[in-house]
């Protein structure tokens, strides 16, 4: 299956909110509440941030939020930080016990 | 806490094989799903496949369909990749990651290791 599509960067500046788009199929995003959302910092391994479309881990700031309409899910980070500054990637199960992942989307704090 | 760590990567030449292993610590390994997943450098994460909690259930990308096998040990609590007849394509970080929920299958990827850098060139 095709690789979710995201866009390659977002910006915004400290304490603004930020919003990163995913698009699928009916075949995976739209006909599963399996969205997940992954930070990755360079050289480090990703990191699970919001999973089931809208649910996060312990741990995870609630400045960080997913939500899903569609074929499209979303995710929101909200009062933005320096250290929100990394490529966030979303996955959605897609069938048949499998998993496609996005492009990738590098968020920039300016 | 959680930790995960792979091992095994290398240079191979095409067609070559290798195995992958990852040494879970910290959890109740025998009760969680774990996963491959891969990332060739400077592009996106791939998933690869997928274990069960007791290993009866095995699950593959295409890419690599007949070609990698997955296993476990949950008395040593490791998780394996057989890679055989590799192609250039397959030159990734290869990580491991648990399942969100025990006993449940293909949900998200909770914890991650660092990965193991698999390249395959002649």
Known sequence: ?110 | QVQLVESGGGVVQPGESLRLSCAASGFAFSDFGVHWLRQSPGKGLEWVAFIRYDGRNKDYADSVKGRFTISRDNSKNTLYLQMNNLKAEDSAVYYCAKEGVPYYSHYHFDDWGQGTLVTVSS
């Not at chain 1, 312990?58 to 980070?77: E, H, P, Q």
């Not at chain 1, 250290?83 to 590098?106: I, P, W």
């Open chain 1, 1 to 110: 299956q095709s690789a979710l599509t995201q866009p390659a960067s977002v910006s915004g500046s400290p304490g603004q909110s930020i919003t990163i788009s995913c698009t699928g199929t009916s075949n995976d995003i739209g006909n599963y509440n399996l969205v997940s959302w992954y930070q990755q910092h360079p050289g480090k391994a990703p990191k699970v941030m919001v999973y089931e479309v809208t649910r996060r881990p312990s741990g995870v700031s609630d400045r960080f939020s997913g939500s899903k309409s569609g074929n499209t899910a979303s995710l929101t980070i909200s009062g933005l930080q320096a250290e929100d500054e990394a490529v966030y990637y979303c996955c959605s199960y897609a069938g048949s016990n499998s998993h496609v992942f996005g492009t990738g989307t590098k968020v920039t704090v300016l």
